[in-house]
């Protein structure tokens, strides 16, 4: 059995590698004739706590064998110090001295025993087993007390010698944080039993292919809160105790291959990554995914054949998918991105510490069990690079693109040295596959139906917008909800400079869209479009709605010219900074420069903002104000009654009300609309009328999808169909009546809505 250890021992080879600023341990198993694992295999801790002894300053220990175990720098630091106190022993010779033993004396044959039993205790059980070499210590000093008491007054002496020395033993391991995670199961302990490092252990794991690390079992003191699937890909969400963030878990289709398919997945990855993609092929990723998906696919079968393993046509493809999300693709950050209840992913500095966090459309803020590596996150900034054509660099230390992956699209933003002075870190924003719509942020509470309603009132009445709010507070999304309530007949322009509004979508469903992208604010030396000079190329387009992604440099002082002259007929509405109408002001005015007067030129303003709960655990995405520009004031619109508030929110119904002024028709704007119609001219009751009819259909609308379980009725599709009948319903109407009978349209529309559900 020694002779097996032995060799079993000297089949693990191991080198130091510097990672970024980790320095990692890395243990060769691959002729280990056993799972390499430090909480199963007393084997892999003698040996990492002997070269941990010689190598201090490591912070990772990765085991390689057919997939990668690391144990992280939390882990690893249990075992320094334990290789540390080996060190301080083994270098402190006196506490071998033979007199300290009694050795010295005649018959000395258990003070032999005891010298033999302390060394090996040292040299050898405290390297393979630390937990086991401290209760055997505390046990042999209650026995050392007993036989002190039987013994003369010389053994009694060497009793008290040899207990000095276990108590100094034990006092330097309780030192440890092994020990102290340990003692809470140490009563009753078996000596040679490995179910406390069990506890206390649990290695990440990578296959060969793959560089992001998984921490593939779950915690063992988790609460499930919640499970689901992904495309194959198991998701489970956990609620650990003493956290205030759940644990979002994914196992995904590559950690449940057989080792057959492990091995071919991980020569066909070397055998495609001696292509290196050129630059030209980055500028259309989608079609460079389709050629290496066919190459791929190619290379499994024939790699299949040579191996006689038999795949069917489905294993195939998804080990074609797997190769290609780890080559080409941006490996797990995929699997998330296609989680469409996942909305933002950040990946934090310095790479390999922190794992992955998220936001969950229902659990909020969640930590995830991926921890990617410094290679990925280099891997991903070069594909960045190359897909967006911009710099990425100490000059250039911010990048911001979008990132188009099957089943998800996302907004990056990446950030460098020098000013992330620890490396790489990103954060993405998933986009919803299908565009938002009023009827949605309806059935989620985000606006209430009178909201919708007023909203689309004003987009028909073509008013310009600024959706304010802070970071993540859906103004995007809100913006894409928007543009699903212009008509179809009417064409759009919209300005970004990086594309996150649902533009494709928007065409596939019969929206005449011209996208245009312009050069990042915070890019330099860029050949792209200065954002000022793509709004001015829009006057030359002919007559269209302008929807710009987010107001925040130059753009808007020539926004604001176009506005004022009248050159744009259309709706115009973009996003922008700000947490109140006042707040918007301030930023458009002081630091974007548009002259005050200039700002009159904004009709709107719907403020969105996170609603978090008194204990702050809780966040939902609510629009709080949906405030009107006044035309009458010079200096200050604060102070010169420049803003009505139309709608606001009630933080106790945690609802969006109407005020007293838009109850009473006290809106510039809304009796400048219906000055323009014939019906409504000079009658409030008439456009309070069409503000109602319209949101009872939108109410309506909601109450049937949730009646009939359909809830793709609130999706952009039907909502877009439903606006298209309920014009030409009411075109009808007040073509054949002579006016907009808002009884008989709401009739009809219903009549419409049955036949379609």
Known sequence: MAVLQKNAGESLTYEIVREGEDTVLQINAERAPFFPSLEESEICMERAI?????????????????????????????????????????????????????????????????????????TNTLRKDPISAYVQAKRLIRHEHMEAKRGSETEQYYHQRYIVILESFTKFLEQTKLIQLASPYLAGFQVGSRDVYRKIFSPTMKPDFMFVRLMANFPPNGEELDSYDVNGTDVNIFRIPNQVRPLYHITPPEFKLSEDKYELLDYARQIISEHKPEESEFVDPERMRQVFSNVGRDLIEELADQRGLK??????????????????????????????????????????????????????????????????????????????????????????????????????????????????????????????????????????????????????????FLIAGTRSAGKSSFLGALMTEIMRKYRMITIEDTLELPVPQLRGLGYNVQSMQVASALTRDSSEIAPDAGIRATLRLGDSGLIIGEVRSSEAIALYETMRIGALANVVAGTIHGDSPYGVFDRVVNDLKVPRTSFKATDIIVVANPIKSAGGLERKRRITQITEVGKFWQEDPQLENGFTDLMTYNSVTDTLDASSDLMNGESAVLKSIGGKVKEWAGSWDAIWDNIMLRTNIKEQLVKTAKESNQMRLLEADFVINSNDAFHIISERIKNEVGSYESKRIMTEWNAWLKRNV
């Open 311 to 464: 795949l069917r046509s489905k294993e195939v493809e998804q080990l074609t998918q797997i190769l290609i999300r780890y080559t080409v693709g941006f490996g797990l950050i995929e699997v998330l991105l296609q989680d469409e209840k996942v909305q933002d992913i950040t990946v934090n500095s310095p790479m390999g510490r922190l794992p992955v966090f998220l936001v969950h459309d229902e659990y909020e803020d969640c930590s995830t069990n991926i921890l990617p590596t410094v290679s990925e996150g280099e891997s991903w900034a070069t594909k960045f690079r190359l897909m967006s054509g911009r710099p990425l660099d100490e000059a250039n230390p911010v990048l911001d693109t979008e990132l188009f992956v099957p089943g998800a699209r996302a907004r990056v933003s990446v950030i460098s040295k020098p000013l992330n002075p620890t490396g790489l870190a990103y954060a993405f924003r998933r986009h919803r596959d299908n565009p938002w719509t009023l009827p949605l942020f309806i059935a989620n509470g985000m606006i209430t139906p009178l909201a919708g309603g007023l909203l689309s009132f004003l987009i028909d009445g073509s008013r310009t």
């Open 50 to 122: 002997t070269w941990l002894a010689s190598n201090p300053g490591v912070t990772r220990i990765v085991f390689m064998q057919k997939r990668d175990y690391e144990y992280d720098y939390d882990q690893t630091r249990l075992l320094t110090e334990v290789a540390g106190v080996y060190n301080r022993l083994v270098r402190q010779r006196d506490i071998f001295d033979l007199k300290s033993f009694g050795l010295d004396q005649p018959h000395s044959r258990e003070a032999e025993m005891r010298y033999t039993e302390f060394k090996n205790l040292v």
